[in-house]
Structures are given as structure tokens and as C-alpha cells.
T-cell receptor, first 110, second 113 residues
Framework: EDQVTQSPEALRLQEGESSSLNCSYTVSGLRGLFWYRQDPGKGPEFLFTLYSAGEEKEKERLKATLTKKESFLHITAPKPEDSATYLC???????????FGTGTRLLVSP | DGGITQSPKYLFRKEGQNVTLSCEQN?????MYWYRQDPGQGLRLIYY???????QKGDIAEGYSVSREKKESFPLTVTSAQKNPTAFYLC????????????FGDGTRLSIL
């Protein structure tokens, strides 16, 4: 069964303290991976799509990388406005739906 | 601006009552989805539709119903058979091609009176 696991569940950083979030997946064949950001009371906002192992995408202070078994979301010199829950998801077999992880709640303190 | 509109933002249900959550998109997307989000459980798929007049059950369809009469609209009804309806409900849509990301609305929070 397709499964996505995110760690840590929660992460507290000081402003400027870089770190990484992990998303590991077990699917029958790599079919791409999506990263989302979700603010409280809002829907997930699309960040990145990664299609193949070795691929990297960047947006401001965020950089997403992908291997054959996991993806990392690196946050460089975070600011308080980066505080949110970060979700990753993979398509199931047949691309009918996305399988989501439970997310990492990130809190960046000034 | 193109996007997905969910309404209402907050909804309250009485015992024995059915309620309907609205989802409208102007992205010209073929596929639409309904998810339920509970604390600590992530997003769980309720129903999805890949084309007008066709839809499939997701992982937790019991106590819910949907319709897809128009490409732009995918309403979700939470029936009285759903015994634990309190949750945050999210609607999403995506274009064809299989590898396109899903885009989400801002959700409806349903509570029991």
C-alpha cells in the first residue's frame, strides 16, 4: 500500500536557524512528489513538484530535493513568516489521487 | 483570478440533518476532489471525480454523497449517517495528465450543534 511518512511532527527554530524536513514514501515506482504549505484555517498551497531522483527545486528560502526513497525540504535562514505546516504527497498507482503525509508543523521564532 | 471557492467557511449541523458544502472552480480542471482533515491524521480522501457525471468513492466515503453535474462544481453532502462529521473539509482540483498538482480551496469547517 502506498504510504507517506513525514518527520519530525513538529519543529521549532530560531529565526535564521536552517534545518530540513523529511518525507519518506513507499510506493510501487516513483511517480513524482508534491510539497505544500498550509497555514492555519487555510487550504494547502502548492510549492513544488519533483519528478525524478536527483531533482531539486528552489523558491526563496526553500529548497526541495528528491531521492528514490525520500524527499527533503531544506529551509535556509528561516523567518517567522515561514511558520506553517508543510505537507508532502505522492500520486497513487493510476494517478487517481494523492496520498498525503501528516505534515510537519514548523514554528520560527524571532 | 482563477481559483477554487468553497462556501460557507463555517457550518453547523444539527442532529439528523444533512448539510451541503459548496465547491466551485474556474480553472477549467477536469478532476475534483474532497478531503477531510482531522488533527494529527492528515488529509483523507472522501470522493473524487475525473469527469462530469462520474465520481468514485475515496477512502472514507461512508456518510457522504456528491454530485458532478457541471465541470465547475462538485458539492459534498454530509448526511446524518456520518456520525462524526466535525472536521475541516477541503476541495481540490487538477488538470489532466496525471502529474499535475492539486490546487485547494480554503476549506469549510463543520461543527456539530
Amino acid at each position: 500500500e502506498d504510504q507517506v511518512t513525514q518527520s519530525p511532527e513538529a519543529l521549532r527554530l530560531q529565526e535564521g536557524e536552517s534545518s530540513s524536513l523529511n518525507c519518506s514514501y513507499t510506493v510501487s515506482g516513483l511517480r513524482g512528489l508534491f510539497w505544500y504549505r498550509q497555514d492555519p484555517g487555510k487550504g494547502p498551497e502548492f510549492l513544488f513538484t519533483l519528478y525524478s531522483a536527483g531533482e531539486e527545486k528552489e523558491k526563496e528560502r526553500l529548497k526541495a530535493t528528491l531521492t528514490k526513497k525520500e524527499s527533503f525540504l531544506h529551509i535556509t535562514a528561516p523567518k517567522p513568516e515561514d511558520s506553517a505546516t508543510y505537507l508532502c504527497a505522492v500520486p497513487n498507482t493510476g494517478f487517481q489521487k494523492l496520498v498525503f503525509g501528516t505534515g510537519t508543523r514548523l514554528l520560527v521564532s524571532p | 483570478d482563477g481559483g477554487i471557492t468553497q462556501s460557507p467557511k463555517y457550518l453547523f449541523r444539527k442532529e439528523g440533518q444533512n448539510v451541503t458544502l459548496s465547491c466551485e472552480q474556474n480553472l477549467n480542471h477536469d478532476a475534483m476532489y474532497w478531503y477531510r482533515q482531522d488533527p494529527g491524521q492528515g488529509l483523507r480522501l472522501i470522493y473524487y471525480s475525473q469527469i462530469v457525471n462520474d465520481f468514485q468513492k475515496g477512502d472514507i466515503a461512508e456518510g457522504y454523497s456528491v454530485s458532478r453535474e457541471k465541470k465547475e462544481s462538485f458539492p459534498l453532502t454530509v448526511t446524518s449517517a456520518q456520525k462524526n462529521p466535525t472536521a475541516f473539509y477541503l476541495c481540490a482540483s487538477t488538470g489532466t495528465g496525471g502529474r499535475q498538482p492539486q490546487h485547494f480551496g480554503d476549506g469549510t469547517r463543520l461543527s456539530i450543534l
